[in-house]
């Protein structure tokens, strides 16, 4: 970006900044975004793609696959050194050094008639195969000859975690392509807003597909100048949008576990694919980190319906009146309130002036951003620890003293609330430090350009920012009727640490590193008696 755009309009720390927001899906901006070129909007776009959480999911079970995989051939190995043994010959492994550490030296040694060894010889690998060869064992592959290598123990775990991708590819893709269908259309349709963008500049396809990659991504930038503000009158696009923000998020396991439920049922009757599902849906958190139990997700559904009908009474009891929404009716008051609430928490979007709204309202809105993904977190988490059990019936790798204080809803929302206090007091001291004399000019000399009922510079508008980026919100107050973040006006020093904020809070949602959905080592042998229990669930013998 720094390079890239004309004229030098970026600095290197708005660069770093913006960079930051990209991949971290906060989606604050220090500059106006929709007067930005091209190459701008192309690097920002392979950013989000690339920070996308849904795409993230799969790397661990793409990992295990691999492990799977590995672990199948050095059983191999093993066999076929113990069949070479058996018959007179022994096989010695010496592991190699920086060339390759995970594949080992093989050294065959022939005896005599007395048993004693005559010589060694180095055990070449496989000549490499030609084109014919590598096409015929990719056709192998496909018809499962890695899973029938594998310990009938782990074999529906594999494949289990082929029907995870599977499953995700899917709907990663065709959430994504119906959205963009839908905005398309619209944009392509004949009207005043259409004509608006037109004159803007925008064309409908690239502003139907980043719109859709930013909601899906739950980031917030889009390249009109008024956020989604535009579409205040507009039921279609903002029912569009809010729920590609749930299902790129917080209803992510939900439609996870609900497709994976459908194709079970509508399963053709074979009935190995059958059992494999079967397997997914007993024992989700063995495959994904973000598929719970029946239990688990059904929780999660009502807590996100709680939460966004909390949030909507809210902002209706307090700003029924406020100018924000002085112009809408009834029904566009109790839209533009839903869409509010359900982009505060993770997309940070806004169609309505969030400046011209109560303190009580943007206090709740602080609180919601600040929460965040705490359901999805905590629901992760604790269904890990409430299914994922040694052949004691503990959580394995993990200490009883610790299972009696943290398994347990309140534990787990406990920890996923402080785990960070400590950085972000220091980091608002500091830049509230930094930016003393922006706070003393603001209070000697208002301006009178202010939009909404806060000051210039003030306290909580800073205070709204830090939270805004711990919870990869993207929410602002703004500053003085500009189209940029509160966070455009501060010093270099105080937008670096906003990047560390969107860093934080970036990291704060991780599974543990006991969780079994991202745990690379396969169960042995010894294990065979858990497998067995674990698998007896399933009906599977």
Known sequence: MWVLEPHGAFSWPQAIYTSASCVSQSGLAVVDWSKQSTSTYVISFCLIILGSSSLLHMVPVVLRQNSFRMQAQMSAWQRHNKAMSDDGITVTNFRRFMS??????????????????ESAQRWHMPHQASAEEEAKDKAKKKKGCTSRALERSHRLEYKALAKVLKIMAGYWLGTHLLGVLILFCFFRCKGPLQEKFQEEGLRPFPHALYLTVSSFQNNGLVLTPSSVMDYVDSPLLLSTVGMLILLGNTGLPIMVRWIATIWRRWMPPQPENKRVLDFLLEHPRRCFTHMFPAVHTLWLLLVVIALNVLGTIVTLVQDWHSPAFNHLHAGGKMGNALFQTVSTRTAGMNSINIAQLSQGTTF????????????????MRLSADAHELDITGRVEG????????????????????????????????????????????????????????????GFFKVLFEILSAYGTCGLSLGYENQTFSFSGVWSDASQMLLVATMILGRLRGLPDS????????????????????????????
């Open 100 to 117: 390759d550490p995970g594949v080992p030296e093989l050294y065959v040694h022939h005896h005599n008639h007395d048993g004693h060894s």
């Open 364 to 379: 709740f809105m602080a609180v919601m951003m600040y929460f965040s993904t705490t359901p999805t977190v905590v629901t």
């Open 398 to 457: 993990v200490e009883e003293a610790v299972i009696t204080a943290e398994n347990s809803l309140k534990g787990q929302a406990r920890r996923y609330l402080t785990q960070d206090a400590t950085y972000l007091l220091v980091i608002c001291f500091l830049i509230c430090c930094l930016e003393k004399e922006s706070f003393a000019r603001a209070a000697k000399h208002p301006s009178p350009d202010s939009d909404g009922i806060y000051t210039d510079f």
């Open 514 to 541: 006991i969780d079994a959905s991202v745990r690379m080592a396969m169960p042995t042998s010894d294990d065979q008696e858990w497998d067995g229990w674990s698998l007896g669930r399933t009906g599977v013998r």
